[in-house]
Structures are given as C-alpha cells and as structure tokens.
C-alpha cells in the first residue's frame, strides 16, 4: 500500500507556473509508474502525465506537452509537476496517482492507476 499527500496549487495568472508535489509513504516509491490527472468542472478525469518507476520514460497528453514536466525523486519519495506557461484551460483540480509498475513498462495505461493523493485545486485566470 502506498500512500500519496499533494501539496502545491493555487491561483495564477494565464503565462504563470505552479509546481505541484506529491510525496508518497507506506512502500517504496521505485515500485510505481506515476502520473498527474486532472479534472475540469463538468469534465471527465484524464490522465495529463506519467513517469515511469525510475523516471527513465515520461509521458504528456498533447494539451500539456512542452509545458508541462514530470519529474520524481525517489530517495525523496516525491513526485512532481512542474507546469509552466498556464492557460485558463488547465484549470481543474490535479491528482496525483500510483500504478504497480513493471520491467520495461511504460506506465501509460491511464486507467489502471489506482492510489490517489487528495488532489489539489489549481486555478488560472486574470
């Protein structure tokens, strides 16, 4: 069992950056590809990044890529996005999420992600 805190967030004017953190317990954070969700009023959840356990493969959904990156430090037991040049459209509330991971797995099979941080709103707007 893992468990994931997040921290970060808040409110940002549009071309701004926030960086969130999540910091994982209870299992050794090597084990889990891990990846940032997130979800817009009245949207479905969608998976925005993920990494994988050694942080040797990332992954961006097209709205984020270039903008976005994913990074983990796993003597730290922490995760991170770093999101920068904001626009309105990733406003949304942001999850932090852990996958048993695999040799050789690439960690992009969104779904199966199944420990979840708390989550954390993250707001752009002038």
């Known amino acids: 069992q893992v468990y994931l805190v997040q921290s970060g967030g808040g409110s940002v004017q549009p071309g701004g950056s926030l960086r969130l953190s999540c910091v994982a317990s209870g299992d050794t954070l090597s084990r889990y590809c891990m990846a940032w969700f997130r979800q817009a009023p009245g949207k479905e959840r969608e998976g925005v990044a993920s990494?994988?356990?050694?942080?040797?493969?990332?992954f961006y959904d097209d709205a984020v890529k270039g903008r976005f990156t994913i990074s983990r430090d796993n003597a730290k037991n922490t995760v991170y996005l770093q999101m920068n040049y904001l626009t309105p459209d990733d406003t949304g509330l942001y999850y932090c999420?852990?996958?048993?991971?695999?040799?050789?797995?690439?960690?992009?099979?969104?779904?199966?992600?199944?420990?979840w941080g708390q989550g954390t709103q993250v707001t752009v707007s002038s």
């Open positions: 990494i994988t356990r050694l942080g040797a493969k990332t």
């Open positions: 999420a852990a996958q048993e991971g695999r040799a050789g797995g690439m960690c992009v099979d969104f779904p199966k992600f199944n420990y």
